[in-house]
Structure formats: structure tokens, C-alpha cells
């Protein structure tokens, strides 16, 4: 791009008999356009500079012009064959300050026309576009054109410095944007408003303070175009420096990749297609549902579908940093006013929190959406919150969870490539077992298909066991701080319990099998509001076996165990309880774990008699505990030692009541014979039906004694003996705090240890 060059073939602007008036060609590109643009300021900069020199600005200077540029450059840089004529004389000696203006004139209607017909032709033209966005009028659009000029080519910063007799100042002052566009002196006084800090020019950054101020008068304030405005004018699609690493585009997406209800996609394309800058029906999307529910992806085939690109952005890291918030926002926004495209703002419920103690950030977010606001999509985690009622336009959409078909066509779509269709039928037992979104899902293939290539670099198809792992990983509730992960090891084997109890314990289990069929193949979904989860209560004393049953079953459904530590939810503090038991079931949701409460009656004992605000608060505790079990939709566990202590009436609510009994002799006998494992070297001599008989203890207790007494064996270095077994049961009575009787280990008159 180069206005002064002798050789562009529309250097010259037409005869005044022949210029185009409306009706004229359109401009080609926005580089045709600025050329114009510039050649039309040439001719106001040069009338300009033969105005100061007739009323000899320059003549007191003479003998300091090594401190400035020389009268014969500028004149040399302006007879670089843009005007009329060119007979090697200078272009101040060929023109008239009057002949300017009206050669200034003819462009500028040329210019004019030509707009008009590209507007016509929907020929995007930058300057233009600027224009229509910020609404700027005549003035502001000439006065960015006369900032953005030394940004485009050098040669206009020494014309700038030689009209403001000052070398070091290259950018055009206030000053002399008003003297080249203003010739009275009501006029220059009138339109000093444009530059101030509120109004549009600076307002939405599109210019901003060049040089170094010179003086104390406001109108010597120096004046550049914005490096975003730059690039915009030259017709670059680029994201504005200051975002960079916090915005970015995203690719487009059909609605074929997308799965969603269809009632849901038709309301979501009505609200989307009667969006429009200046449309009175401009509607502001806010998409609310958990992480991974779909909301970046129905945003990207909404645009998709309308033809927008759509830049995205986690207001997240802007709320770290309050000071910038606003202007961030700003940019981001601007974008998609330059681009133009359509803007995603991911995580709008942190704004919230972080407005509890800066209510500021809500203000000023609401004032840039309103000033700036075009094709804006909002995305939470949470409702719309009460309040947003300064922004009437906004629509929240919810978003739900996919249920059990769509997850089943979220995994088919995920999968497709990594597995033969023929070998899709089992994704049945995945939505069974594990109640995934399709952001999880998606996450779970991506995990299942790079271990799989780790482990076998042949590429085999994934199978169902690596789509098992790799759900459970994606499944897992960030519990760490209130709950500790069980990793099951146990099966229905290794549990010896009569067997009505472990009917029980396949029942509940069976329950969670099956819970898609009846909920939702057969409807029974929408008889419930609540209660869709599965509630049980183990009751025993310590070491019979309620920790090991919770984690046979968890083995079973393939599902993560997590203990809830109820030292860390139970507060003393009032109110502190409930918000930790809301924090352990909200970080739960949809994670399918299986939540186990031990020793509940910690926290459920019997509702007591309100004699005190302790009282009155205890038993809100244990309502709070209630309700949001009936809300949770996976398994709770609660263990008690003493199911008598339990409150009644929360007993009732339950599911399921397992009554995990004392062991006899018979079951003991059975535990005996399965602690040891198989591989270890175990002696003969050692009579399980003996301490089965005499040791009146739990299965707890009997493990304990087992892996002592192993422990005991490989300090001496041989086999497990009965002495071992013995010795190990008298550190574990000693622990117990029972009396320990040697009587109980003679058979025959023989002391066995």
C-alpha cells in the first residue's frame, strides 16, 4: 500500500466532469478503500501546510531548520505524483489552497459513492465496519483515519512533526486533527468533545495516547489508532495482543455431531436466529448446566448452523486479576464486533462468587455487555442468579444431563472409528454402570485410546474393559478433602455372611444393574421426583463385615468407594455441617461413586427434645442429611455399630436395612478357612475348628490375627504354625481389652502354645 506512489492506477482522481457519483463501481477490497481514504488526507495535509506557510509559521524558524525537517522534503514527499500535475516542480508552488479543497471535495464524493455501492454489494470494507459498529460519526471517522495514517506508512510522521514544528512528535495532536478538519474557530470549540475519555474514539479503544504530552494544553494531547485498529483497517482477522492465550476460536460443528433432545435444539435455534446488532429482538443466550452437559458444543453448531465463527473465552482468569477485569472484558467483546463473530464466555458462575466482595465486577460486566453485546453466549454451572435483572434480554436455557440414550449415542458418536460397530452392543452396561455426561464421555474414549496404545502399540480396538477403566476415572468426585477413595478388593467370596444378608447385598446391587431399565425403559423415571437413588443402612458390630460388603458391591458395579469422613463434615459450629454435607453430595452428582458413611449414628442419632438452639440445629442436621440423599441419584451407604441409637424415623426412609449379625461358630470357621492366602506356607498343625470354637471374635478381629501371626512366621523364617496364631491372638485380646485364657488352647492336656 503505498498513497504517494507515481505509478497506482487510481492515482488520480477523475475530471470534475466525469467523477462517479452514486451508482459508481464498488471498492474491490479494503485495501482499494484506504488508498482512497489516504489520498483523500494528503490533499487536506497539504492545504493545511500552505495555510501555516501564508501566514509565515515558519519564517522565524529559518535559521534552526536542522532541527526540523526541511521545507524542500515535505514538498518532495508530496510531489510524489498524487495530484493533477507533475512538472518537477514542487507540489506547494502547483496548488492552491482553494484547488485542494475542491480536488479534497471531488475524492471524498467518489469515495463516497463507491461506499455506498459496496454497501450495497455487501463488500466488506473495514472503515466501514468500524464505523457502523461504534457509530461514529463524519468527524470521528475522519480524525481515525488522520490517527491511523503514521501507523500505516513513516512517511506521514515527519509530515506530522513538520506541521506541529516538533520532530519528536510523529503522532497527530488534538491540535491538528482539528486544524485540518475544522476551519472555524466555533467548530474546533465544538468538536473537542470527541476527544474525550467517555466518548467513542477513546472510549472503545480505538485510539489512544501516542507521544509524550507536550505542554499543559489539552489540545496538544497527541493521538494514535490502536495496533487492533491497525490490523482491522488493513483488513487482518487477527485477536487483539492483549488476549493472547485467553481467546480463541473455535472450529465448526454440525448439529449431526451434536446429541441433544430435539424440543430442545428447535428452541435453541429460535432464540439464536433472531439475534442482530440492531435488532429489538436481540436475545443475550445463557446456557446453564453441570461441566461436560454440551454447552461449548451447542454454542459451536448454533454458529456453525448461521454461519458465524465463535470465539471463546473462561472469564476465570480476568477475576483473578480485578484490576484488568474491565478492560479484558472489553477487548474480548470488541472482537466480535471487529471480526465480526459471534463470542462464548465460559464459567459466568464464578462471576457471581466473585462479586460477593466486589459487587463492582457484576456493574461493570453488565455495562460492557450492554455497550458492547452482539452474538453473546453466556455458559454456568449454575441458574441464572436473581440478580441479573439489569440485563432484561438475557434467556437462560437450561441444559440437562443426557439420559440413558443419548448417553448411549454420545458413546457411538465418540467411538466410532476406535470400535467395530458390530462391537457396540455391550455400551448398554456403560450407561448402566456409569451416569456420564457427554463431556466425560468424550473423555473417557480419549483416556481408553491412549492406553491403549501405550499398552499395545498395534493399535487393537479398544475394549470393553478399557472403556470400564477409563469411565471410572472420569466418574471420580474430587472428595479428597471430606472422603478417602476405598480401592475394592473384595468379592461375593471373600464375604461370609448368612445368607439372607447376602441376598440383601445382591439386591442392592442388582438395583444399580438395573436402574435404566426400570427408570427409564419402563418409565417408573416419571412417577419419581425424588428418591431415584439407592439408600442403605449396614447394621453391626465393629468387624462384621460392613466395610468389606460396601466394597464387594462397589467390585461389582466396577464403581470407586468413597469413605466419608464424618471427623471432617460434623462441625461444632452451626450451619458448618450442612455445608459440608452439601459439598460431599454436589462434588458426587453425577460422578456415580458409591458414598459410605461410617459410624453414622454419629451424626443420626435420635432426634431429640428441643431444649436449645444445639438441640434445634442437630435435628435440622439430620433433615438436611435426609433430603439430600433422596436428591442424590447414585448409592449412600450409612454403617452403624449400634443400629438402636439410630433415629426411627430415618430408619423408615431407607431402602435397605442389612443387619450384618456376630459371626457363630459355624460362619467363624468359614473365615478361618479363607484368611490365609493360598500361597502362603501354612503348617498342619493348625486347627481351625479350635479357634473357630474358642475365639468368640468377628471377622475383623480373626483377619487381624491372620496377618500378625504371617507377620510373626516371616520374622523366624519358616512356616505359619499354631504358636504363631496363638501369640497373634494374644496381642489382638490385648488391644480388645479382653481377658486372654490360656485354658482356651489345650486339646488333650496339651498347652498348644
Not at 471535495?105 to 455487501?122: E, H, N, P, S, W
Not at 426411627?648 to 431402602?655: H, I, W, Y
Request: hydrophobic content about 45%; proline content about 5%.
Amino acid at each position: 500500500m503505498n498513497p504517494f506512489h507515481k505509478n497506482s492506477s487510481t492515482e488520480q482522481p477523475a475530471p470534475p466532469s466525469s467523477v462517479k457519483q452514486p451508482g459508481a463501481e464498488p471498492y474491490e477490497n479494503a485495501h482499494a478503500h484506504l488508498l482512497d481514504e489516504l489520498r483523500w488526507l494528503n490533499r487536506l495535509l497539504l492545504a493545511h501546510l500552505l495555510r501555516l506557510r501564508e501566514a509565515n509559521f515558519y519564517d522565524q524558524a529559518r535559521d534552526f531548520r536542522g532541527w526540523f525537517t526541511a521545507d524542500e522534503e515535505i514538498d518532495a514527499l508530496f510531489a510524489e505524483g498524487v495530484f493533477e500535475k507533475d512538472d518537477n516542480r514542487s507540489a506547494a508552488n502547483q496548488q492552491s489552497i482553494a484547488e485542494l479543497g475542491r480536488q479534497a471535495q471531488r475524492l471524498r464524493m467518489t469515495i463516497d459513492a463507491r461506499v455506498r455501492a459496496g454497501t450495497a454489494q455487501q463488500v466488506f470494507l473495514p472503515l466501514v465496519h468500524l464505523a457502523n459498529c461504534f457509530r461514529l460519526d463524519v468527524f470521528e471517522q475522519h480524525s481515525l483515519l488522520i490517527c491511523l495514517a503514521p501507523q500505516l506508512d513513516a512517511r506521514y510522521e515527519k509530515i506530522y512533526a513538520y506541521l506541529q514544528n516538533d520532530l519528536t512528535k510523529k503522532s497527530a495532536s488534538i491540535d491538528l486533527i482539528l486544524g485540518l478538519l475544522c476551519t472555524e474557530m466555533a467548530a474546533r470549540l465544538a468538536c473537542l468533545r470527541y476527544f474525550h475519555p467517555g466518548a467513542p474514539l477513546r472510549h472503545f479503544g480505538l485510539v489512544e495516547k501516542g507521544d509524550a504530552d507536550h505542554g499543559s494544553s489539552a489540545a496538544q494531547h497527541s493521538l494514535r489508532a490502536s495496533l487492533r485498529i491497525v490490523h482491522h483497517a488493513l483488513g487482518n482477522a487477527v485477536i487483539d495482543e492483549r488476549l493472547a492465550g485467553e481467546a480463541r476460536f473455535l472450529a465448526p460443528l454440525s448439529w449431526e455431531k451434536v446429541v441433544i433432545n430435539s424440543a430442545l435444539q428447535r428452541q435453541l435455534q429460535s432464540l439464536f436466529s433472531a439475534n442482530g446488532r440492531h435488532s429489538a429482538t436481540r436475545r443475550i443466550l445463557y446456557l446453564h448446566g453441570r461441566r461436560g452437559h454440551g454447552k461449548q458444543t451447542i454454542a459451536r453448531a448454533l454458529c456453525s448452523e448461521n454461519h458465524l465463527p465463535l470465539l471463546a473465552a473462561d472469564i476465570r482468569p480476568w477475576l483473578a486479576q480485578p484490576d484488568t477485569f474491565q478492560e479484558k472484558l472489553r477487548l474480548f467483546l470488541r472482537e466480535g464486533l471487529l471480526q465480526p463473530c459471534a463470542v462464548f464466555l465460559a464459567h459466568l458462575e464464578k462471576l457471581e462468587q466473585a462479586a460477593e466482595e466486589m459487587p463492582w465486577l457484576r456493574e461493570k460486566f453488565f455495562q460492557e455487555i450492554a455497550e458492547l453485546g452482539w452474538t453473546l453466549l453466556l455458559a454456568s454451572e449454575v441458574p441464572l442468579p436473581a440478580s441479573w435483572t439489569a440485563l432484561p434480554e438475557i434467556v437462560p436455557v437450561a441444559i440437562p444431563a443426557p439420559d440413558s440414550a443419548e448417553q448411549q449415542a454420545l458413546w457411538r458418536l465418540h467411538l466410532n472409528g476406535f470400535v467395530d460397530p458390530g462391537d457396540l452392543q455391550p455400551l448398554e452396561e456403560l450407561t448402566t454402570r456409569f451416569d456420564l455426561n457427554g463431556g466425560q464421555i468424550a473423555g473417557a474414549v480419549q483416556l481408553a485410546t491412549q492406553a491403549g496404545r501405550l499398552a499395545n502399540p498395534a493399535r487393537t480396538p479398544i475394549t470393553l474393559r478399557d472403556l470400564f477403566r477409563s469411565s471410572r476415572i472420569q466418574s471420580q468426585p474430587r472428595l479428597s478433602a471430606l472422603a478417602r477413595k476405598i480401592e475394592p478388593k473384595y468379592t461375593w467370596q471373600d464375604l461370609v455372611l448368612p445368607e439372607d444378608q447376602m441376598q440383601q447385598l445382591r439386591e442392592i446391587a442388582d438395583q444399580v444393574k438395573y436402574r435404566h431399565v426400570v427408570l427409564h425403559d419402563w418409565g417408573f423415571a416419571g412417577k419419581l421426583s425424588l428418591g431415584r437413588g439407592i439408600n442403605a443402612l449396614f447394621a453391626g458390630p465393629s468387624g462384621t463385615g460392613k466395610t468389606m460388603a460396601a466394597e464387594v458391591i462397589a467390585n461389582e458395579l466396577g464403581l470407586d468407594l468413597y469413605k466419608i469422613d464424618l471427623s471432617a463434615v460434623v462441625s461444632k459450629y452451626i450451619g458448618e455441617t450442612e455445608k459440608n454435607l452439601n459439598r460431599v453430595f454436589t462434588e458426587a452428582e453425577h460422578s456415580n461413586a458409591i458414598l459410605f458413611f461410617d459410624e453414622a449414628d454419629a451424626l443420626l442419632g435420635r432426634r431429640s427434645e428441643v431444649k436449645d438452639a444445639h438441640d434445634r440445629y442437630a435435628n435440622i442436621e439430620i433433615a438436611y442429611l435426609l433430603q439430600k440423599m433422596e436428591e442424590y441419584e447414585g448409592l449412600v451407604i450409612l454403617a452403624t455399630n449400634l443400629k438402636k441409637n439410630m433415629d426411627d424415623a430415618f430408619v423408615r426412609r431407607l431402602q435397605f436395612v442389612v443387619d450384618l449379625p456376630f459371626p457363630d461358630e459355624k460362619y467363624r470357621l468359614r473365615i478361618w478357612s479363607a484368611i490365609f492366602p493360598s500361597s502362603m506356607p501354612l503348617s498342619a498343625e493348625i486347627d481351625f475348628k479350635l479357634l473357630a470354637k474358642k475365639l468368640k471374635i468377628t471377622g475383623g478381629n480373626i483377619k487381624n490375627i491372620g496377618l500378625k501371626a504371617a507377620y510373626l512366621a516371616a520374622a523366624e523364617g519358616g512356616e505359619v504354625r499354631m504358636q504363631h496364631v496363638v501369640r497373634a491372638t494374644k496381642r489382638e485380646f490385648q488391644k480388645m481389652g479382653k481377658l486372654y485364657v490360656e485354658a482356651d488352647f489345650y486339646r488333650e492336656g496339651k498347652v498348644l502354645d
